[in-house]
Nanobody, 128 residues
Framework: QFQLVESGGGLVQPGGSLRLSCAAS????????IGWFRQAPGKEREGVSC????????YYADSVKGRFTISRDNAKNTVYLQMNSLKPEDTDDYYC?????????????????????WGQGTQVTVAS
């Protein structure tokens, strides 16, 4: 199966920063739209940020706009989520997803079921 591996999560104080990575082996992520999602136990999955495979268009949820940045490094076959000014409400398990047929990144983030491939997640905890 298509493999996505998230890393970079951990414990950070409010106002701190983390950079999450989503790396692929065997497949070339440049061909795929990529999204970052988060979900707490018992809560609905939320699309955080998504990036297209073609023109680099990005989408951010209102809750993270201005604080988070999604980017690609195609040479490393990796997508990043830079998270700054972290808040306790950002505490969640974070997942990356990929799909080569989605060309509207807003739709990808809003409707998580559109994405075909998913990683196993990395935990982010923001607390004093």
């Amino acid at each position: 199966q298509f493999q996505l591996v998230e890393s970079g999560g951990g414990l950070v104080q409010p106002g701190g920063s983390l950079r999450l990575s989503c790396a692929a082996s065997e497949f070339t992520l440049a061909y795929y739209a990529i999204g970052w999602f988060r979900q707490a136990p018992g809560k609905e999955r939320e699309g955080v940020s998504c990036i297209s495979s073609s023109d680099g268009s990005t989408y951010y949820a209102d809750s993270v706009k201005g604080r988070f940045t999604i980017s690609r490094d195609n040479a490393k076959n990796t997508v990043y989520l830079q998270m700054n000014s972290l808040k306790p409400e950002d505490t969640d398990d974070y997942y990356c997803a990929a799909d080569r047929f989605i060309n509207k990144v807003q739709a990808m983030c809003v409707i998580s079921l559109l994405s075909r491939y998913w990683g196993q997640g990395t935990q982010v905890t923001v607390a004093s």
